[in-house]
């Protein structure tokens, strides 16, 4: 079993095979946006195991009193990151109005500017996904890649190389896009990793459209890894194979 040890700074590597989440280095989201806009809660009992030990991740039906429509799944890593390469094995959650994602992120919830950099799989077509970023609060222009297979249907690979000039994203260690200072504004602020998932509403629907009231799905997680610019360590490509091969 490989655990992930807490780094102090933002540019020590960091490795998790997800097998338990350490509550040191692991915040398991808890909490509820009193934005209208969002009809799900993330709540820690959407957090489990698949019978293989995955990480899942799933969306359901609130209870009946509750605030709002849905309860997800969130998990962040504690510390910030920065430059460097971002690796995730998972397998996105199917079902019209979700969004199940794998992303740094920090804002003013932390005291930082907004900045972002995202894969995003909208689960009424899961044979794309969905990359972007912000910077500054900024939402600069994301783009729709095609994939080769239905991401809903197996792990795969998922990693981006933020830079100080440039963001590129793979998917199964192929490149999929890039933008570079030169297009365009580039995130600066160290963040933090996330995992989740979610049910789109009204204020979503041109994007992902809205989930029914019924919707329960899950994303799986398998493997993290953070290496800092310029280092070597551990990744979880290292380990990994496509499916089909």
Known sequence: MVLAALPARADEPFYSELERLDEKVWFLGN???????????WKRQQIDRTDEGALRLSVAPAPEAAEKDFWGAEVQYKMRSHYGRYEV????????GVISSFFTYTGPHFDDPHDEIDFEFLG???TKVWVTRFADGARLPGRWVD?????????HLYA???LPDRIVWYVDNKEIFRVTEAQTTLPVTPGRIHMSIWGGGEAQRDWSGVASDD??????????????MGQKARQ?????????E
Not at 31 to 41: I, L
Not at 236 to 244: H, I, L, R, T
């Open 31 to 41: 909490f509820t946006m009193k934005n209208p806009a969002f009809r799900t809660a």
């Open 89 to 96: 094995v998972m397998t996105a959650a199917r079902g019209n």
């Open 124 to 126: 009424r077509d899961t």
């Open 147 to 155: 994939l080769p297979f239905d991401a809903a249907d197996a792990p």
């Open 160 to 162: 981006f190389e933020w």
């Open 215 to 228: 919707t329960r799905t899950a994303a799986t997680y398998e493997c993290v890894s953070y290496v800092p």
């Open 236 to 244: 979880c490509s290292d380990s990994y194979a496509p499916a089909n």
